[in-house]
């Protein structure tokens, strides 16, 4: 059970007038609760508080978070007691993706001390949603800070009466919104992470950052910007279900690697629901996955380049052998000439039985409410019927348990974010080669200590495993700097860790990643 020992006071500030030098976020709220983890009661103070950003000294944004520091030591303290849970505590920076996500998706699915209480398999529960104390929470070996950026969970930008900071673009029909852009919404991270570790005195922890999703982009190009520009040394990088190349997240029939990448989690699905004709007696379905994607390189790749050029005969016989790993009629991907997207796989793997699968995993099915209809436009059974569970967690975690006051809404995933998300590091307008996967590398090299874990979920079609299995033989790695990184899938989705057995596992392989530094 959570106790609650105290919470502070809180009342929303009003941001509608001109912002002076000393401007003030709303109050947040303090508490100390208490949480059991594996038979072991854990005392920490949480925290749900703004950090105001600025820019020329004048405030600009409100950055919400929620911290956990354990109280009395525990794992990973190395001197120091009390409410700031040990200053040479590790302490670890978390937030979502998106662009437009909050920080809640990691926190209440498997990160903080107490989680949804989702099915073995990641099944959303039926409500009402109940929150468990977690066995796998991170703060047994670290203190915790979950970050929403600007737009996100309850961080807002700061309004100006006389100079908007949102104003329309008329070229675009868009909102120009300052920290909705990958530069700036870096910069607002680092931000953040100065003026957490000065507010706090945590500049002697070993920092460590972990980011899902766009989150993993982000932490991929923190790696460098971190260390380059705001002095924050990092022991450690955490890249869950990562979507590190652009490039690689949009195909077309004139080009082949989204279509490599995706193809092994298609034939992981296959497996899943029955459906795949080269599964092996005995084969569990990560291996087949892996098959699929050793195919895929041989034989597909030269089909996917050079279509008619290979010859009819053995273009034809490769997209066979393709249809039958991933479950599709031969005639159908042949003429697609291999080129499935993710979306008509979800829809039609599993049509004869009114049923489409989930883009974010695609082990899970739900009814297709519109079985007559060619295109998907069914509800996602991983994004979106676990919206509401997230929900629940979040505002009975911030608002009761820590006791914050405020009228705000917690936008857990914003499209408005997302829709005017901008690339403000383009210089030209044919600059198309937009990733993080280069900042990782100079990461790793400016800082020879930090370790990396790359990871995915093997039926997760949006961020597909394959991606992170080709990019880390990609790096030219020396084999100290490989030695640093460890690249590791687990059954289940985008949020593979919802699953039981994939929490669990992702639990032991992060402690030991903490356990291994210094």
Do not use: C
């Amino acid at each position: 059970m959570t106790e609650q020992k105290s919470a502070g006071e809180a009342s929303a500030a009003d941001t509608s007038a001109e912002t002076p030098q000393d401007y003030r976020p709303p109050r947040g709220a303090r508490t100390t609760l208490r949480s059991t983890a594996r038979g072991a009661t854990l005392t920490y103070e949480a925290e749900a508080d703004w950090i105001v950003l600025r820019k020329d000294e004048k405030p600009t944004a409100e950055m919400f978070y929620v911290r956990y520091f354990l109280q009395g030591g525990g794992e990973g303290a190395r001197g120091g007691e009390g409410g700031d849970g040990g200053a040479r505590r590790p302490l670890t920076f978390v937030f979502n993706g998106g662009p437009g996500a909050s920080s809640v998706y990691l926190h209440f699915g498997a990160v903080g001390p107490r989680r949804v209480d989702f099915q073995d398999r990641g099944v959303p529960p039926d409500a009402p949603n109940i929150l468990v104390d977690n066995d796998e929470t991170w703060l047994q070996f670290t203190d915790l800070v979950f970050i929403d950026p600007v737009g996100t969970g309850f961080s807002r930008m700061i309004p100006e009466k006389k100079k908007p900071t949102e104003k329309p673009a008329p070229e675009e029909g868009k909102k120009e919104v300052e920290y909705w852009g990958l530069k700036r919404d870096l910069e607002s991270i680092g931000e953040f992470a100065r003026k957490f570790l000065s507010r706090f005195h945590r500049w002697d922890s070993a920092v460590y950052i972990a980011g899902e999703s766009y989150g993993g982009f982000r932490v991929a190009k923190l790696a460098r910007m971190l260390q380059e520009k705001y002095g924050v040394g990092l022991a450690g990088a955490i890249l869950i279900s990562p979507a590190l190349e652009f490039t690689l997240l949009d195909g077309s029939d004139y080009d082949t690697m989204m279509w490599l990448d995706t193809f092994p989690t298609m034939a992981g699905a296959a497996a899943f629901h029955g459906r795949a004709r080269r599964l092996e007696d005995g084969e569990d379905h990560r291996a087949y996955a892996r098959r699929a994607g050793q195919f895929a390189l041989a034989e597909l790749l030269p089909v996917l380049a050079a279509g008619d050029l290979v010859g009819v005969e053995k273009k034809n016989g490769v997209l066979d052998t393709a249809a039958d790993f991933i479950g599709l009629p031969r005639e159908l991907v042949r003429a697609k000439n291999g080129r499935v997207r993710i979306e008509w796989f979800v829809k039609n793997l599993l049509r004869d039985r009114g049923l489409h699968l989930g883009l974010y995993d695609a082990s899970m099915t739900v009814k297709d409410p519109y079985p007559d209809r060619d295109e998907w436009t069914g509800p996602d059974p991983t994004l979106h019927m676990a919206e509401r569970v997230f929900a629940s967690a979040a505002n009975t975690q911030i608002r009761r348990s820590i006791g914050l006051d405020t009228d705000r809404d917690y936008d857990l995933l914003s499209d408005e974010v997302n829709q005017n998300w901008k690339v403000d590091t383009r210089k030209h307008a044919l600059d198309s080669q937009v990733g993080a996967t280069d900042d990782l590398r100079y990461g790793m090299s400016l800082n020879p200590g930090m370790r990396v874990y790359l990871t995915h979920g093997v039926y997760d079609l949006v961020t597909p495993f394959f991606a992170a299995d080709r990019i880390s033989n990609l790096m030219k790695l020396d084999e100290d700097r490989r030695k640093m990184l460890v690249v590791k899938h687990h059954l289940g989705g985008h949020m593979f860790y919802t699953w039981s057995e994939s929490r669990r596992e992702l639990f032991e392989d992060i402690r030991g990643l903490y356990g291994s530094a210094g």
